[in-house]
């Protein structure tokens, strides 16, 4: 109860700043009809893929209620519909934010940097908080009105599928708007700057417009969807693993339950409390140094809060939890030592550390996700320093950068699963992820900014705004393409530890649904090798695939654009008005179409898989296969989404620094040639990359739901 | 005693066709002035590769001693011997062919094909024969004079040692030379093509020779160690798990132990037979088909060959073998089914079949890599076309494709390991592994074949001989692409099969060195998470400083060449000569500088994983830590590997089809952006894609000697 009004306070905090942020000027008449524009466009993607999405939603809610009950269903439905909530809303806040900032920053830096803020904190806030809700709100109508057990088949299944339409959606909407963005970026940069001679924004180049709806449908409600899928399914994950394995808690397992939601909502309060800190220093224009007082202010906050509703909800934080004093809990558990049981006593302290180290984690990741991106370091000054010989060396350095750039969170992401495991085992480790997750409100609120300051600079540039804003712009957005990579580091960052508890949640299942097959999970078992390495080849064919797609669209547009000049040769002198709608609705059905077949992937390969290996070597090697197969993809997909997210931040900002007056400077060799990085960097960075981790939670899910099917059509 | 006879027919195979090579004509004299330049400066830099090497191959060698015991001193002393030997002479005979392949390419395409392809040949069969002999001699001796049993400790470590020796020369040779090719040859396009403006290959660039030196230090000594470093540790490690897990075979042990150096030696003889069968068909120039004839011959061949000595080994092939008669065999194999020996008994037949299923695992991967690579498929061609929008796209597209063309491979790899385990359990994939490898001579004459032709283009350039010479030795070049990367992506194919063999060799000598610490490698276990992510790292960050490596060292060259041209005006128009010595002497400097660090990489991690592991979780973590790692470096590796290697042969050959005269060809911007692709791949494909195999091998092997010497140190 305390989570569903911790929810809704999020609630009305984004509705309260929603009216802050559009009662700000919104800038002169021909600010207003570009920004129309966008937001037309913005709309009109936004609708479309809604609806494909939702005649996809619709069929899979139908098998899901057929093979798991109506409740599984509504879960799934709640959970679908929920998600694209957060991005709709996230969108239509940012397509009207964005032409306010621009006016904003006629004013002052402080000004644009309060207003984009803002309007990312309001997305943040609805992520979290509808995420948050969505949950909580579910669940506590499945224990009080429908009187189910909290720890029963019918909450467990319930809460998985409200996991797996969050999931669904946000692997749509990931990809799909990544797509988009990249492809109207690309297409926009190729044929504007290359061919064309004109520069970036340029009101001339028609697909300009559908590069700044690009960033709102990608950067911001993709984001938006990402996260509240990653929240859910962290939570939702924890939640579950605690019905499964500490099944013999009496009375403490309801607030154990729903001590995650505390969490949650706790962070949530703490986050609303760091956006009021987002502050310039005065005198001082160190825009990401404002970022991180907000950040620091909201982690070290969450500190005594969590430890505040731990000790409200489990009373004693010296009594031991699990061990022992436990009836059914070894079964599919893991062994630390084999005979004992897995789950060994912890105390409600171990809970709270393990949290903690959630919290460092993410700051950890932060601070590392910057080094690698922000222009003030050795990687990113490697890069424009490689652009002075040539395009193929910029790429080489920026593909060693981006090898590199994975070692820092892996080592960190290990120490983080070392120590959570230490203090409280595997529910360590589901409480190091619920901490990280419940960061997110002020994490998404620091991406969400991004888009808005990239079209505020848009804008600006289009309706010829004073070159002092634009200035101003661009000093924002250099801070937003590190906050867009540290969310992405983050976002796959806290899939690292949430696939190990939906791995465990997936053995724990195992053993209550099939307690007569034997699965030998041992690395000696070469079905387990062969899951590993299919399980590993999943992102690397979901990159390409991204990729490629975005190369195809990114070429639609530029033969649309071609065509437009051919057209209306008076483009060039401004006598004619470009098509910006033609452009918009072509990379839209583009995007639209490639992003159906990469999306199916994650759904389907672990169910062919299965399938297979059973026929094969019989049902208790499918279920290793299987198994390994969730593992593999977290291997596989850690790396290739560090890897890319990174490297392609890195590029983008080896061009900025360069631009800044380094290295000769905009116009210069290298200055072309690290526009090449940026370009390779595009669709690393902002397709391929981030959709890897909606990727991998889908696989987790799908094998769970494949098991409670399974069991279902066994029983 | 077969096998030894077999080796020395290889070895007098080699020296025969040395003599008809150097018997061939040298060409006039500025072709053998060009040519012994050459020669030069590859001996000199292998003598100083070489030197260093013998530096850190002393203090190993001293550590092996003090730790395992002299007899395993000496099997590393000799491993590594003699891999640096076949780097040697196969290096020798490469920098000799080449101008006499470019003198008889004079007279036509077939004889030029003829000449190089014998080349290649003879650094085949020495690779093959040499490391078939270095273990069955010494197998030999320590069995028969020093009167060990053959599953003895002394006998399995010292076997274990020797593949050690190897390995650590592989992987210095293959980075060392790496770096020293793609740097001289990335330092000398980014100077002489894009700063200068004078084409490929002209005698001018102070780099050329260097560039023409690297292509044999690396492509074919760095090669020719790679592969007899596989062929060492493979045969080696099914030799070991045979010795470790079938140990109450009786009479059977012996011959089991020599049946995979019988197979070896029988592929030998198809090999040579093959090699005779490289004929280009009348009156047609398909160079790749008469490579397949030669190559289909061989496979087609060993196929009764491989029957043929496995009934002379085992008599009746329908007799079981393994299974419930054997006594000591469960403790830490696979367990199919919990309860049952893991060693289900298999008959000589499944062995045969296994060994078919790695035959033909080794022309799918060649086909596969035939299709991504050369330029009659859509892959080179979809990158060729990309590069008509511009140098980004190029390289996006280039992307997408490495990152796709780890799919069919990993599948093939995946299907070969699920068959050959049905027939023959563990057995089976260490023969099907063991019958990949066998086909290593003929594999290598392919490579090797490479580095022969693009000199010879080279010297044909500088020499000034006739255009026609240059179109006929690029047409047998263009082929040199696709079989380098062929050789690459079945080194790490087979490395993918012999992991998978040395994890059990691991596995067993743990269960034999520490019967009392009950290791977990479950799934479950979090510390086996550890050691997968940790494991999958390393590929990421050894590639990352290969990359860098290569960066830092081509930026030295160009810097040197800058100085020369400023040294000596005169050079432009001919009226002096650049001092080529002294960019052969800094780029040797550099590379041997900047293979030690990633070279360590690999030795040491396994050894800090265990011991941080151990420090905090106990030894049983620590163990499966330590295995865990051990398949996270083949999970990760293998797809680095394979999406470097191929991607980085796409990208080459993309330009190389663009020169033919599509897409605009040379000299169009469709042009200038594949040569970016290329410079791009040059890394990729040559430095740091193809050391990932020694890599993954090392890491395997040092983890048993870490077990042999705290057994030792604990006993």
């Known amino acids: 109860m305390i989570a569903i009004i911790l929810g809704l306070l999020a609630v009305v905090y984004g509705i309260f ?6 009662g700000a000027g919104a800038g002169n008449e021909k600010m207003q009809e570009i920004a129309g524009a966008i937001q037309e466009g913005a709309k009109a993607y936004l609708n479309r893929q809604y609806t494909t999405i939702g005649i996809v939603g619709v069929v899979v809610a139908v098998l899901v209620g057929v093979f798991l009950g109506w409740l599984s269903a509504i879960g799934f439905v709640i959970g679908a519909v929920l998600s694209g909530v957060a991005g709709y809303i996230g969108m239509n806040i940012s397509v009207k934010a964005n032409v306010r900032t621009a006016a904003a920053a006629q004013s002052g830096l402080q000004q644009g940097l309060t207003l984009a803020f803002r309007a990312g904190a309001i997305t943040g806030m609805l992520v979290a908080g509808l995420a948050l809700l969505a949950i909580a709100v ?36 990931r990809l799909g708007g990544g797509i988009f963005t990249k492809a109207a970026d690309v297409g926009a940069d190729l044929v504007g700057k290359v061919e064309a001679g004109i520069p970036e924004d340029d009101p001339r180049n028609p697909a300009v417009i559908a590069d700044n709806v690009g960033d709102n449908v ?26 499964l394995l500490l099944s013999g808690l009496g009375e403490l397992l309801l607030p154990m339950m729903a001590l995650p939601l505390l969490i949650g909502g706790a962070c949530i309060v703490t986050s609303i409390i760091g956006t009021y800190a987002v502050k310039l220093s005065k005198g001082k224009t160190n825009v990401m140094g404002a970022m991180y007082k907000g950040f620091g202010l909201t982690a070290v906050l969450s500190v005594p809060l969590i430890w505040f509703v731990m000790q409200l909800a489990l009373g004693d934080m010296s009594a031991e939890i699990g061990g022992s004093n436990l009836g059914a809990v070894d079964a599919g558990a893991p062994l630390a030592e084999e005979g004992t049981s897995s789950i060994a006593p912890f105390t409600g302290w171990d809970l709270f550390y393990s949290s903690v180290i959630g919290l460092v984690l993410t700051g950890v990741i932060i601070w590392i996700t910057e080094y690698y991106t922000g222009t003030g370091f050795r990687p990113v000054r490697s890069i424009a320093k490689a652009s002075e010989t040539g395009h193929g060396t910029n790429v080489i350095q920026g593909l060693a950068i981006s090898l590199e750039s994975t070692a820092l969170p892996t080592l960190a992401i290990v120490a983080g699963i070392i120590g959570a495991y230490q203090f409280a085992g595997l529910m360590g480790i589901a409480y190091a992820a619920t901490s990280m997750l419940a960061l997110a409100g002020m994490v998404v609120a620091l991406d969400a900014y991004g888009p808005v300051t990239d079209n505020a600079g ?142 199916l992937l994650p759904v389907l390969a672990p169910i062919v898989l299965y399938f297979v290996i059973t026929a094969i070597a019989g049902q208790q090697n ?65 397709t391929a990359g981030p ?16 098991l409670a099917a399974l069991a279902g059509g066994a029983a």
């Open 458 to 599: 848009g804008i600006a540039e289009m309706a010829g705004l004073d070159d002092s804003v634009r200035e101003k712009t661009d000093m924002l957005d250099a801070v937003g393409n590190t906050t867009k990579a540290v969310t992405k580091g983050y976002a796959i960052g806290s899939a690292g530890l949430a696939a190990l508890v939906l791995f465990a949640a997936y053995t724990a299942d195992l053993a209550e649904f099939f307690p007569d097959v034997d699965v030998d999970f041992s690395l000696e078992n070469p079905y387990v090798i062969v899951g590993l390495l299919l399980g590993a080849l999943l992102p690397y064919l979901f990159g390409a695939m991204g990729m490629t797609a975005v190369g195809r669209a990114a070429g639609d547009v530029v033969k649309d654009v071609r065509a437009q000049f051919k057209e209306k040769p008076g483009i060039m002198d401004y006598s004619e008005k470009p098509d910006y709608a033609r452009t918009v609705d072509l990379v839209t059905k583009a995007a639209i179409k490639e992003m159906i077949v990469p999306s």
């Open 622 to 686: 499918g279920f290793a296969a299987l198994g390994a197969l969730l593992l593999g993809v977290i291997v596989g997909g850690l790396f290739v989404a560090l890897s890319m997210t990174a490297g392609g931040g890195a590029w983008d900002n080896a061009k900025k620094y360069i631009e800044d007056g380094n290295h000769g400077g905009k116009g210069s060799e290298a200055h072309k040639a690290a526009v090449t990085g940026d370009t390779v960097g595009d669709p690393y960075k902002d």
């Open 218 to 243: 990608g950067d911001c409600a993709g984001m938006a969807a990402d996260l509240f899928e990653t929240y859910v399914v962290t939570v939702g994950a924890t939640m579950v693993l605690t019905a």
């Open 17 to 22: 700043t929603s009216r802050q942020v559009l």
């Open 138 to 173: 579910f669940f506590w109508v499945l224990i009080n009105p429908l009187a189910h057990e909290p720890n029963s088949r019918e909450v467990i299944d319930a809460l998985v599928a409200l996991a797996f339409g969050a999931s669904l959606i946000s692997i749509f909407a």
């Open 691 to 706: 959709a890897v981790n909606p990727m991998i939670k889908i696989t987790n899910i799908v094998a769970l739901l494949l």
